[in-house]
């Protein structure tokens, strides 16, 4: 069974890395568009352009079922290209209605970070008027942290900075749970924790997705809380770089961000 995933750029990584923990017998093939990162800041033609072509080339290197590793790039182009394919497509979108849910029974309030062109698209609002009734849920764009992230800048006091600027005009102590609507986000963990003073659920959709990818190939899914991924396990990994093989800089910083993966919770 050949899995591909693919993302705008290294977001997709901690839903690669998700997925070999979780599906670890399956084969991989992770796309990166790093001739286009980012997308979140671009119109949704381009995204819907960038998204067919990787799209047409996982299916001729014949993938079995394709993960769209970006709520950006889902939000934009998934339906559209289901219509193209009859493979799974499967695309991740904010996890708003768990965090919703836990909210309720926290008494706090959502604040769900994703890029420019997710918070703008219907998608989300679409999401959000089924279930946001009680009107809990805030909406920030940062895309900031996806410049941070794949110049690999993650524990630095300007990583701090930018995300205490961009929460400036919000009461932070109103919310229990911050939903982390990009892919790029799950590596500023610990920082967006630090700048809640540790209080809030941080909630993303790489679980759910694996979960779903797992369903709807009918593979096995396993889970142990334990285990970490090795070199072995992600060195075999066929990376491309906007339709190129990963070259040695880019395996060595693919590998770094796995190893980022393990530490981080
Ligand atoms: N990682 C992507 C997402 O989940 C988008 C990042 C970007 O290219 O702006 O939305």
């Known amino acids: 069974m050949k899995i591909a995933i693919f993302d705008s750029g290294i977001g997709g990584v901690t839903v690669l890395h998700e997925a070999l923990l979780r599906i670890p017998d399956a084969e991989y093939i992770f796309y990166a568009d790093t001739d286009h990162v980012p997308y979140g800041t671009k119109t949704s033609e381009e ?3 960038f998204v067919d072509d990787i799209v047409d080339s996982l299916v001729s290197l014949e993938a079995d079922a394709i993960v769209i590793a970006c709520n950006t790039a889902t939000a934009v182009a998934a339906e559209h290209v289901r219509k193209k ?3 799974p497509i ?3 979108e904010p996890a708003v209605k768990p965090a919703v849910e836990v909210a309720k029974k926290d008494n706090g309030r959502v604040l769900v970070m994703a890029t420019p062109v997710t918070i ?3 998608k989300l609002h679409s999401l959000l008027s089924k279930v946001d009734t009680d009107h809990m849920v805030d909406l920030l764009p940062m895309p900031g942290l996806v410049r941070f992230a794949e110049n690999e ?3 630095e006091a300007e990583v701090d900075e930018y995300i205490e600027e961009q929460l400036a ?3 932070k102590s109103a919310y229990s749970e911050v ?3 990009c892919t790029h986000f799950n590596y500023f963990k610990p920082a967006i924790r630090k700048a809640f003073a540790d209080e809030i659920k941080l909630i993303d959709g790489n679980v759910g997705t694996i979960k779903h990818l797992a369903d709807k190939l009918k593979l096995p899914y396993e889970y142990n809380p334990e285990k970490i991924l090795t070199k072995f396990d992600y060195e075999r990994i066929d990376y491309l770089v906007s339709g190129r093989p990963a070259g040695k800089e880019d395996l060595s ?3 770094r961000l796995h190893e980022r993966l393990n530490s981080i919770k």
Request: aromatic fraction near 16%; charged fraction near 25%; proline fraction near 0%.
């Open 47 to 49: 995204i819907k352009g």
């Open 85 to 87: 394919y009859s493979i």
């Open 90 to 92: 499967i695309g991740m």
């Open 120 to 122: 703008r698209e219907n």
């Open 153 to 155: 800048i993650f524990d």
């Open 169 to 171: 005009v919000f009461d």
């Open 179 to 181: 939903v982390l609507g």
């Open 253 to 255: 910083k693919f590998g």
